[in-house]
């Protein structure tokens, strides 16, 4: 059976990587985000997604229904992280980082239920090594994560009926977009490349689906970056 996947955050770095990877492989995949992507392929559902809006979450899951009623894989990837100290933190970017990260996942699972597969329906999350270790200066980004992390520990024991798969990406710095606005202070080379990365997200999909991974954390050889 044609597997059908959901990927928010499509439109860049390991959304848009992840995306590209799960149509190589067969899935059929609605990919989640505000800018699109150019991907074109027969399989490829680019769906206009707000996270933070729960009128803009239902409007994606309308139009995923009108192509399939279950959903196998759910990469719950969209995010978004600013840094400075918190003293010169504006209040509303650090409520962005609680909308994007924490409240976002919470819509996306509140109306993901009804296409969950019993004993099948994979919910892969890309959390962050700053879900369970504190960083300077990313107060927001560190509240979201560890905020993110709390509601997949909750949502694990409610949906223990359903036999869902959860699987909790820890990963240290990866070089994506999302340090192009960050300064210079952060090399690159001591962070992953998005095909580190790749390499173990591949290796969970093509795992035989009797197996487990709830957690996976991974670094940089060289360690947190700080
Ligand atoms: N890069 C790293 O060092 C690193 C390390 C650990 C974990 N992560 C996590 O990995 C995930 C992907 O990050 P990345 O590095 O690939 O960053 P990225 O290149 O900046 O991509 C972020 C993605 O999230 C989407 N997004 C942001 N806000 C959204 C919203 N309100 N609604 C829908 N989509 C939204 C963006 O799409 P639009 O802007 O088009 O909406 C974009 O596709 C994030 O959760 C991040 O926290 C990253």
Not at 30 to 40: A, K, M, V
Not at 201 to 206: G, Q
């Amino acid at each position: 059976m044609e597997k059908c996947a959901i990927v928010t955050g499509s439109s860049s770095g390991l959304g848009l990587e992840i995306t590209k990877s799960l149509l190589f492989a067969g899935h059929t995949v609605f990919g989640g985000s505000r800018s699109g992507t150019e991907i074109e392929h027969d399989n490829f559902y680019d769906v206009e997604l707000d996270i933070t809006s729960e009128e803009s979450v239902e409007e994606f899951y309308e139009t995923v229904r009108e192509f399939t009623d279950v959903i196998h894989l759910v990469v719950n990837n969209a995010g978004m992280c600013e840094m400075s100290p918190l003293t010169e933190m504006e209040t509303e970017t650090f409520e962005m980082h609680l909308a994007t990260n924490t409240i976002g996942p919470f819509l996306m699972f509140k109306h993901l239920e009804p296409f969950i597969v019993k004993e099948e329906t994979h919910i892969i999350s890309i959390l962050s090594t700053a879900a369970h270790y504190g960083y300077p200066n990313v107060a927001g980004y560190n509240a979201s994560k560890f905020g993110q992390l709390g509601l997949i520990e909750s949502l694990k024991k409610e949906w223990k009926n359903h036999k869902v798969r959860f699987t909790n990406l820890f990963p240290g710095a990866i070089d994506t977009p999302l340090w192009d606005k960050m300064g210079p202070k952060f090399g690159r080379e001591k962070m992953l490349k998005t095909s580190d990365f790749m390499s173990v997200f591949n290796y969970l999909l093509h795992a035989p689906p009797s197996i487990q991974f709830p957690e996976i954390t991974f670094l940089h050889r060289e360690g947190y970056l700080e």
